[in-house]
DNA sequence: TTTGATATTGAACGGCTGTTCAGATAGCCT
DNA sequence: AGGCTATCTGAACAGCCGTTCAATATCAAA
């Protein structure tokens, strides 16, 4: 048959995908070359094609896996009895999964115009389901007359904008701790809602 | 003397600048080549050298020239007499001048990472004496006891993260008109200040 | 030890990169 | 009309790009 036990794929393909992330959120998608890649690896550059058919395919991965870790990974987080209960627990969790992230988080808004339609749409449309996940609970709120908001739809934009906004200042070890942040942003979340 | 009026310089100079941020824009500054901003305004790439001593500084001078406008024209805007009249001036003009030039503000969020150290600080700080003019707004309505927030400088950073993302989706013509937009947003941060 | 698939190398492909510069072109000024 | 200079061309430079592929190394299974 074949090698089992000890296969360097089953090391090799993820440390491709680790190296590529860190090499495009670093500098870009355009400007990290294949053979940097393989470097960083240890490897040729044409290795890298046992484990991606092209360039952009490997990016669309890096895309897609992020979408879907993010998707999955809510899915797991208690759904609270309250929509009051449930906006905040998606608050700390936006939060914490993209400071958890940053490079992905980085990545997944930087990098989609090097994506072909196909695969361009394929991640709008992951992302469009994350943004439902929240519109829901804001829905919910109002239908419930505990939330006091004009617009769900942009109101739903305005709080992943200012939430993703996160990442761009915080730092470990800095001013405030995370569990501070948390506090402060769901604080000036539910004020905005009205609640 | 030299030529004057007519003078070809006085407007390739800016059509330079201008196909270079509509390119970079669109496919990012490490994808642009010289050769394809010279073929958009009809030069070969050697031509481009008249006008920039290389292409960092191409892009430099387009977010350092966004900065200033940035700055200069919020100081136009006439102060209003309290914090909440300020805030609101300040929350309309950043959506309104945002989506003017959505691409020379793309391009500030999206290719710092490609100026060298000295370039990227002083955009920097163009950057955090912006956030300067939010951040004593909201420290006024704070001393005035109209505003009520926990922490002023992460207010600060929130709002404009929030404010910035309108120009991820706003479109001309679509669901919301501008001043509808505004307002929506307007709403959302005074309830987030606590006024 | 042989077999045979897996995993990787290293060279090659045509083409593009930022930048330089000698030479051609064009238009104002005298 | 002639001279001068700002403006631009076109070729060249050394080097890197994504991708392909024959040849080779590695190692589990037989």
Chains 1, 2 share one sequence.
Do not use: C
């Not at 190296?19 to 490897?43: K, P, T, W």
């Not at 896996?65 to 449930?86: C, I, K």
């Not at 305005?158 to 501070?180: D, S």
């Amino acid at each position: 048959m074949a090698r089992k036990s000890g296969s360097h794929s089953e090391i090799t393909g993820p440390r491709i995908r680790t190296e590529a992330q860190r090499l495009f959120a670093r500098h870009g998608f355009a400007a990290v070359s294949m053979r940097q890649i393989a470097a960083a690896v240890g490897l040729q550059a044409g290795a890298l094609y046992l484990y991606t058919p092209d360039k952009e395919t490997l990016l669309f991965d890096l895309l897609k896996g992020h979408m879907d870790d993010l998707l999955a990974a809510w899915a797991r987080v208690p759904a609270a009895a309250t929509p009051l209960g449930r906006l905040e627990s998606f608050v700390r969790f936006h939060i914490r999964f993209n400071l958890e992230r940053a490079e992905a988080v980085f990545l997944s808004y930087m990098e989609l115009r090097n994506l072909g339609p196909a695969n361009f749409a394929a991640i709008e449309n992951l992302r469009r389901a994350y943004e439902n996940e929240l519109e829901a609970i804001l829905r919910a709120g109002q239908a419930e007359g505990g939330f006091l908001l004009p617009d769900s739809k942009l109101a739903t934009l305005a709080i992943i904008a200012m939430l993703t906004g996160v990442n761009i200042w915080f730092r470990e070890g800095g001013r405030l701790a995370l569990a501070t942040v948390e506090e402060i942003y769901w604080d000036m979340v539910r004020k905005a809602v009205g609640a």
